[in-house]
Protein backbone atom coordinates (compact mmCIF):
# COMPACT_ATOMS: atom_id res chain seq x y z
CA UNK A 1 0.00 0.00 0.00
CA UNK A 2 1.45 3.20 -1.13
CA UNK A 3 2.24 6.21 1.35
CA UNK A 4 -1.03 7.96 -0.73
CA UNK A 5 -2.97 5.13 0.08
CA UNK A 6 -2.05 5.48 3.65
CA UNK A 7 -3.64 8.96 3.97
CA UNK A 8 -6.75 7.97 2.00
CA UNK A 9 -7.68 5.37 4.40
CA UNK A 10 -6.79 7.51 7.29
CA UNK A 11 -8.61 10.33 6.31
CA UNK A 12 -11.67 7.75 6.03
CA UNK A 13 -11.32 6.33 9.60
CA UNK A 14 -10.81 9.86 10.32
CA UNK A 15 -15.21 10.36 9.58
CA UNK A 16 -16.53 7.86 12.05
CA UNK A 17 -14.54 10.34 15.56
CA UNK A 18 -17.64 11.85 15.77
CA UNK A 19 -19.35 8.41 17.49
CA UNK A 20 -18.85 7.91 21.11
CA UNK A 21 -16.40 5.18 22.55
CA UNK A 22 -18.34 1.97 23.70
CA UNK A 23 -15.74 1.21 26.76
CA UNK A 24 -16.84 -2.78 26.39
CA UNK A 25 -15.97 -2.80 22.59
CA UNK A 26 -12.35 -4.63 21.69
CA UNK A 27 -11.16 -4.25 17.82
CA UNK A 28 -8.56 -6.70 16.23
CA UNK A 29 -7.12 -5.31 12.98
CA UNK A 30 -5.93 -8.84 11.13
CA UNK A 31 -4.95 -9.44 7.57
CA UNK A 32 -7.53 -12.21 7.20
CA UNK A 33 -9.01 -14.75 9.66
CA UNK A 34 -5.83 -17.21 9.53
CA UNK A 35 -4.04 -13.93 11.25
CA UNK A 36 -6.29 -14.75 14.29
CA UNK A 37 -4.10 -16.55 16.08
CA UNK A 38 -1.14 -16.21 18.86
CA UNK A 39 -0.35 -13.21 20.78
CA UNK A 40 -4.88 -12.07 19.74
CA UNK A 41 -6.09 -14.58 20.02
CA UNK A 42 -5.10 -15.17 23.89
CA UNK A 43 -5.96 -11.81 24.43
CA UNK A 44 -9.43 -12.32 23.04
CA UNK A 45 -9.91 -15.48 25.80
CA UNK A 46 -8.32 -13.27 28.65
CA UNK A 47 -10.87 -10.63 28.01
CA UNK A 48 -13.59 -13.41 27.93
CA UNK A 49 -12.70 -13.69 31.77
CA UNK A 50 -12.95 -10.51 32.65
CA UNK A 51 -17.10 -9.46 31.56
CA UNK A 52 -19.28 -8.71 28.84
CA UNK A 53 -16.89 -7.35 26.07
CA UNK A 54 -18.16 -7.28 22.35
CA UNK A 55 -15.55 -8.51 20.25
CA UNK A 56 -14.81 -7.07 16.66
CA UNK A 57 -12.38 -7.87 13.59
CA UNK A 58 -11.06 -5.19 11.68
CA UNK A 59 -9.45 -6.82 8.06
CA UNK A 60 -7.53 -4.98 6.75
CA UNK A 61 -8.19 -5.29 3.08
CA UNK A 62 -12.02 -5.32 3.93
CA UNK A 63 -13.29 -1.72 4.16
CA UNK A 64 -16.82 -0.88 4.85
CA UNK A 65 -18.73 1.83 6.89
CA UNK A 66 -19.48 -0.71 9.74
CA UNK A 67 -15.89 -2.05 9.94
CA UNK A 68 -14.66 1.80 10.48
CA UNK A 69 -17.56 2.64 12.77
CA UNK A 70 -16.24 -0.52 15.12
CA UNK A 71 -13.01 0.33 15.44
CA UNK A 72 -13.61 4.28 15.53
CA UNK A 73 -15.68 3.20 18.71
CA UNK A 74 -13.57 0.71 20.38
CA UNK A 75 -11.85 1.65 23.59
CA UNK A 76 -9.44 -1.62 23.46
CA UNK A 77 -7.66 -1.51 19.26
CA UNK A 78 -5.31 -4.56 18.89
CA UNK A 79 -2.61 -5.08 16.29
CA UNK A 80 -0.26 -8.43 15.51
CA UNK A 81 1.97 -6.89 12.96
CA UNK A 82 2.21 -3.10 10.80
CA UNK A 83 -0.20 -1.35 9.93
CA UNK A 84 0.60 1.59 8.42
CA UNK A 85 -2.55 3.52 8.15
CA UNK A 86 -2.38 3.89 11.56
CA UNK A 87 0.10 6.87 11.17
CA UNK A 88 -3.06 8.81 9.74
CA UNK A 89 -5.77 7.62 11.76
CA UNK A 90 -6.71 9.96 14.70
CA UNK A 91 -7.82 7.69 17.49
CA UNK A 92 -10.07 9.41 20.00
CA UNK A 93 -8.39 10.23 23.37
CA UNK A 94 -10.56 7.56 25.15
CA UNK A 95 -9.25 4.67 23.07
CA UNK A 96 -6.53 2.64 23.65
CA UNK A 97 -4.16 1.32 20.97
CA UNK A 98 -1.79 -1.42 21.83
CA UNK A 99 1.22 -3.72 19.27
CA UNK A 100 1.74 -6.75 20.44
CA UNK A 101 3.85 -8.16 17.79
CA UNK A 102 3.75 -11.22 16.73
CA UNK A 103 7.60 -11.77 16.75
CA UNK A 104 9.08 -12.87 20.08
CA UNK A 105 12.35 -11.40 21.75
CA UNK A 106 15.26 -9.33 20.29
CA UNK A 107 17.10 -11.41 17.53
CA UNK A 108 17.67 -10.12 14.06
CA UNK A 109 17.26 -6.76 13.30
CA UNK A 110 14.20 -5.47 12.22
CA UNK A 111 11.82 -2.46 11.03
CA UNK A 112 14.03 1.13 11.34
CA UNK A 113 17.04 -0.88 13.15
CA UNK A 114 17.39 -3.10 9.46
CA UNK A 115 16.29 0.71 7.67
CA UNK A 116 14.39 -2.22 6.23
CA UNK A 117 11.16 0.56 6.63
CA UNK A 118 10.81 4.22 6.28
CA UNK A 119 11.33 5.79 9.52
CA UNK A 120 9.48 8.37 9.15
CA UNK A 121 6.16 6.34 8.56
CA UNK A 122 7.10 4.09 11.55
CA UNK A 123 7.65 6.83 13.28
CA UNK A 124 3.96 8.47 12.94
CA UNK A 125 2.63 5.06 13.34
CA UNK A 126 3.90 5.14 17.02
CA UNK A 127 2.52 8.41 17.78
CA UNK A 128 -0.83 6.98 17.41
CA UNK A 129 0.04 3.92 18.97
CA UNK A 130 -0.65 4.38 22.75
CA UNK A 131 1.47 1.01 23.93
CA UNK A 132 4.14 -1.83 22.79
CA UNK A 133 4.38 -4.87 24.50
CA UNK A 134 7.29 -6.47 24.75
CA UNK A 135 8.53 -9.60 26.57
CA UNK A 136 11.59 -7.76 28.71
CA UNK A 137 13.10 -4.85 30.06
CA UNK A 138 16.43 -5.94 28.16
CA UNK A 139 15.28 -4.97 24.81
CA UNK A 140 12.99 -2.08 25.38
CA UNK A 141 15.88 -0.10 23.58
CA UNK A 142 15.60 -2.15 20.25
CA UNK A 143 12.19 -2.20 19.71
CA UNK A 144 12.31 1.60 20.60
CA UNK A 145 14.66 2.34 17.62
CA UNK A 146 12.69 -0.50 15.42
CA UNK A 147 9.39 1.19 15.99
CA UNK A 148 11.04 4.90 16.54
CA UNK A 149 8.41 4.92 19.85
CA UNK A 150 9.79 6.65 22.68
CA UNK A 151 10.32 4.13 25.38
CA UNK A 152 7.90 5.14 27.96
CA UNK A 153 5.13 3.50 25.45
CA UNK A 154 6.86 0.23 25.74
CA UNK A 155 5.60 -2.41 28.33
CA UNK A 156 7.47 -5.14 29.11
CA UNK A 157 4.82 -7.82 30.09
CA UNK A 158 5.23 -11.09 28.23
CA UNK A 159 4.25 -12.22 25.09
CA UNK A 160 0.84 -13.61 25.53
CA UNK A 161 1.11 -16.43 22.93
CA UNK A 162 4.00 -17.81 25.08
CA UNK A 163 1.36 -18.51 28.37
CA UNK A 164 0.36 -21.99 25.64
CA UNK A 165 3.19 -23.73 27.03
CA UNK A 166 2.32 -23.13 29.89
CA UNK A 167 -0.77 -25.12 29.69
CA UNK A 168 -1.71 -28.67 29.86
CA UNK A 169 -1.42 -30.50 27.31
CA UNK A 170 -1.24 -34.12 26.55
CA UNK A 171 2.97 -34.54 24.76
CA UNK A 172 2.54 -38.37 24.34
CA UNK A 173 -0.67 -37.87 22.68
CA UNK A 174 0.74 -35.33 20.75
CA UNK A 175 3.90 -36.93 19.53
CA UNK A 176 1.61 -40.48 18.96
CA UNK A 177 -1.02 -38.42 16.55
CA UNK A 178 2.64 -37.10 15.01
CA UNK A 179 4.26 -40.49 14.58
CA UNK A 180 0.49 -41.67 12.88
CA UNK A 181 0.13 -38.96 10.64
CA UNK A 182 4.10 -39.27 8.91
CA UNK A 183 4.65 -42.87 9.56
CA UNK A 184 7.07 -42.20 12.12
CA UNK A 185 8.69 -45.27 14.37
CA UNK A 186 7.36 -44.14 18.35
CA UNK A 187 11.06 -45.01 19.55
CA UNK A 188 12.74 -42.37 17.33
CA UNK A 189 12.88 -38.62 18.98
CA UNK A 190 12.21 -35.42 17.00
CA UNK A 191 14.45 -33.16 15.80
CA UNK A 192 12.69 -30.04 14.01
CA UNK A 193 15.14 -28.39 11.45
CA UNK A 194 13.58 -24.79 11.15
CA UNK A 195 15.16 -22.67 8.73
CA UNK A 196 15.04 -19.03 7.65
CA UNK A 197 14.21 -16.87 4.56
CA UNK A 198 17.40 -15.24 2.95
CA UNK A 199 17.17 -12.53 0.54
CA UNK A 200 20.42 -14.38 -0.96
CA UNK A 201 18.48 -17.03 -3.47
CA UNK A 202 21.70 -19.46 -3.44
CA UNK A 203 21.22 -20.15 0.40
CA UNK A 204 17.54 -20.99 0.67
CA UNK A 205 17.86 -24.79 -1.08
CA UNK A 206 19.18 -26.64 2.56
CA UNK A 207 19.79 -29.47 1.51
CA UNK A 208 22.59 -28.24 -1.08
CA UNK A 209 24.11 -27.35 2.32
CA UNK A 210 22.77 -30.69 4.88
CA UNK A 211 24.31 -34.37 4.07
CA UNK A 212 21.11 -35.96 4.60
CA UNK A 213 22.56 -39.25 3.52
CA UNK A 214 24.81 -38.94 6.14
CA UNK A 215 23.05 -37.57 8.70
CA UNK A 216 20.36 -40.24 8.43
CA UNK A 217 23.27 -42.95 8.66
CA UNK A 218 24.21 -41.27 12.11
CA UNK A 219 21.26 -40.49 13.61
CA UNK A 220 18.59 -41.51 11.57
CA UNK A 221 18.26 -44.98 14.43
CA UNK A 222 17.45 -42.57 17.02
CA UNK A 223 15.78 -39.45 15.19
CA UNK A 224 13.51 -38.70 13.05
CA UNK A 225 14.12 -35.31 10.98
CA UNK A 226 11.03 -32.98 10.40
CA UNK A 227 11.56 -29.67 8.00
CA UNK A 228 9.26 -26.98 8.70
CA UNK A 229 10.38 -24.09 5.66
CA UNK A 230 9.79 -20.46 6.66
CA UNK A 231 6.64 -19.46 4.54
CA UNK A 232 8.47 -17.25 2.21
CA UNK A 233 11.17 -20.19 1.03
CA UNK A 234 7.74 -22.34 0.41
CA UNK A 235 5.51 -19.54 -1.64
CA UNK A 236 8.97 -18.75 -3.81
CA UNK A 237 10.80 -22.03 -4.13
CA UNK A 238 8.03 -24.66 -3.70
CA UNK A 239 9.39 -28.01 -4.50
CA UNK A 240 12.70 -26.45 -5.68
CA UNK A 241 13.43 -27.19 -1.76
CA UNK A 242 13.49 -30.77 -1.52
CA UNK A 243 16.08 -33.94 -1.74
CA UNK A 244 15.73 -36.52 -3.71
CA UNK A 245 17.15 -39.11 -1.45
CA UNK A 246 14.02 -38.33 0.79
CA UNK A 247 14.78 -39.48 4.45
CA UNK A 248 12.95 -36.17 5.84
CA UNK A 249 9.09 -35.10 6.80
CA UNK A 250 8.15 -32.33 5.50
CA UNK A 251 5.94 -30.56 7.90
CA UNK A 252 5.68 -27.07 6.43
CA UNK A 253 2.08 -27.44 6.32
CA UNK A 254 1.68 -28.58 9.97
CA UNK A 255 -0.95 -26.14 11.38
CA UNK A 256 0.49 -25.39 14.91
CA UNK A 257 4.23 -24.17 15.09
CA UNK A 258 3.45 -23.99 19.15
CA UNK A 259 2.41 -28.16 18.64
CA UNK A 260 5.86 -28.72 16.65
CA UNK A 261 7.74 -27.27 19.27
CA UNK A 262 6.43 -29.05 22.02
CA UNK A 263 6.79 -32.48 20.68
CA UNK A 264 10.20 -31.88 19.52
CA UNK A 265 13.25 -32.56 21.87
CA UNK A 266 15.71 -30.70 19.64
CA UNK A 267 15.60 -27.76 17.36
CA UNK A 268 18.26 -26.94 14.18
CA UNK A 269 17.46 -22.93 13.03
CA UNK A 270 20.12 -20.78 11.57
CA UNK A 271 18.79 -16.98 12.05
CA UNK A 272 15.27 -17.64 12.90
CA UNK A 273 13.07 -16.10 15.80
CA UNK A 274 11.74 -19.02 16.40
CA UNK A 275 13.96 -20.43 18.66
CA UNK A 276 13.33 -17.46 21.40
CA UNK A 277 10.18 -19.23 21.76
CA UNK A 278 11.70 -23.04 22.01
CA UNK A 279 14.27 -21.79 24.38
CA UNK A 280 11.34 -21.19 27.05
CA UNK A 281 11.09 -24.99 27.01
CA UNK A 282 14.62 -25.61 27.85
CA UNK A 283 15.06 -28.31 25.26
CA UNK A 284 18.52 -28.27 23.06
CA UNK A 285 18.99 -25.80 20.03
CA UNK A 286 21.76 -25.83 17.57
CA UNK A 287 22.46 -23.45 14.95
CA UNK A 288 23.17 -24.59 11.40
CA UNK A 289 24.65 -21.90 10.03
CA UNK A 290 26.43 -22.44 6.82
CA UNK A 291 26.15 -18.85 5.29
CA UNK A 292 27.23 -16.84 8.19
CA UNK A 293 29.71 -14.84 6.62
CA UNK A 294 27.28 -13.96 4.03
CA UNK A 295 24.43 -14.02 5.84
CA UNK A 296 25.90 -11.48 8.23
CA UNK A 297 27.60 -9.07 5.26
CA UNK A 298 24.05 -9.17 3.18
CA UNK A 299 21.55 -9.88 5.52
CA UNK A 300 19.80 -7.84 8.70
CA UNK A 301 22.27 -8.21 11.35
CA UNK A 302 21.55 -8.52 14.77
CA UNK A 303 20.89 -6.95 18.24
CA UNK A 304 23.89 -8.62 19.52
CA UNK A 305 26.80 -10.43 18.51
CA UNK A 306 25.83 -14.07 17.01
CA UNK A 307 27.90 -16.71 18.20
CA UNK A 308 29.13 -15.68 21.77
CA UNK A 309 24.92 -15.14 23.07
CA UNK A 310 22.81 -17.83 21.05
CA UNK A 311 21.60 -20.33 23.38
CA UNK A 312 23.15 -22.95 22.00
CA UNK A 313 26.57 -24.79 20.29
CA UNK A 314 27.32 -23.35 15.98
CA UNK A 315 27.80 -25.78 13.36
CA UNK A 316 28.78 -24.87 9.91
CA UNK A 317 28.86 -27.70 8.15
CA UNK A 318 27.33 -31.29 8.40
CA UNK A 319 29.71 -32.96 9.95
CA UNK A 320 29.92 -30.59 12.77
CA UNK A 321 26.12 -30.55 13.04
CA UNK A 322 25.98 -34.79 13.23
CA UNK A 323 28.70 -34.65 15.96
CA UNK A 324 26.74 -32.34 18.36
CA UNK A 325 23.88 -34.22 18.09
CA UNK A 326 25.64 -37.80 18.22
CA UNK A 327 27.52 -36.44 21.37
CA UNK A 328 24.80 -34.57 23.12
CA UNK A 329 27.31 -31.59 23.13
CA UNK A 330 24.54 -28.88 24.40
CA UNK A 331 25.31 -25.99 26.37
CA UNK A 332 22.01 -25.85 29.12
CA UNK A 333 23.62 -22.49 31.40
CA UNK A 334 24.12 -20.88 27.60
CA UNK A 335 20.56 -21.53 27.39
CA UNK A 336 19.23 -20.37 30.72
CA UNK A 337 21.18 -17.27 30.59
CA UNK A 338 19.91 -16.05 26.89
CA UNK A 339 15.97 -17.01 28.29
CA UNK A 340 16.89 -14.99 31.38
CA UNK A 341 18.07 -11.60 29.11
CA UNK A 342 14.65 -12.41 26.38
CA UNK A 343 12.21 -12.99 29.27
CA UNK A 344 10.98 -11.02 32.58
CA UNK A 345 8.71 -13.70 33.70
CA UNK A 346 8.27 -16.74 32.51
CA UNK A 347 5.48 -18.27 34.37
CA UNK A 348 2.74 -18.80 31.88
CA UNK A 349 0.67 -15.35 32.90
CA UNK A 350 1.65 -12.81 30.32
CA UNK A 351 -1.65 -12.32 28.65
CA UNK A 352 -3.38 -11.77 32.30
CA UNK A 353 -0.77 -9.26 32.83
CA UNK A 354 -1.42 -7.15 29.74
CA UNK A 355 -5.39 -7.27 29.76
CA UNK A 356 -4.99 -6.57 33.70
CA UNK A 357 -2.54 -3.13 32.17
CA UNK A 358 -5.05 -2.02 29.99
CA UNK A 359 -8.19 -2.45 31.94
CA UNK A 360 -7.11 -0.62 35.26
CA UNK A 361 -4.97 2.28 32.66
CA UNK A 362 -6.73 5.72 33.13
CA UNK A 363 -4.71 7.17 30.98
Not at 19 to 32: L, Y
Request: with cysteine; glycine share 4%.
Amino acid sequence: MSYLKHKIYGALFNLFKVFPIDKNKVTFIIDSKQSFKGNLDYIKKEFEKRGNFEFNFFYKDKLSYSAFKKLATSRYVFLNDNFFPIAFMNFKDDSIVTQLWHAPGAFKKFGASSESESKDILKKASENTDFLIVSSKNIVEYYSEAFQIPKNKIKPLGLPRADYYFENHDIDSLKSQFYRKYGISEDKKIILYAPTFRDEEEFNNVFNFLDLEKFNESLGDEYALALRLHPKIRNFYGDDIKSSKGGYIDCSGYPSEQELLLISDILITDYSSIMIEFALLDKPIVFFIYDFDSYLTKERGFYFDFKSTVPGPIASDSNQLINIIKNKDFNKDRLSKFVNTQFDEIDGQSSQRVVDFLLNYEG
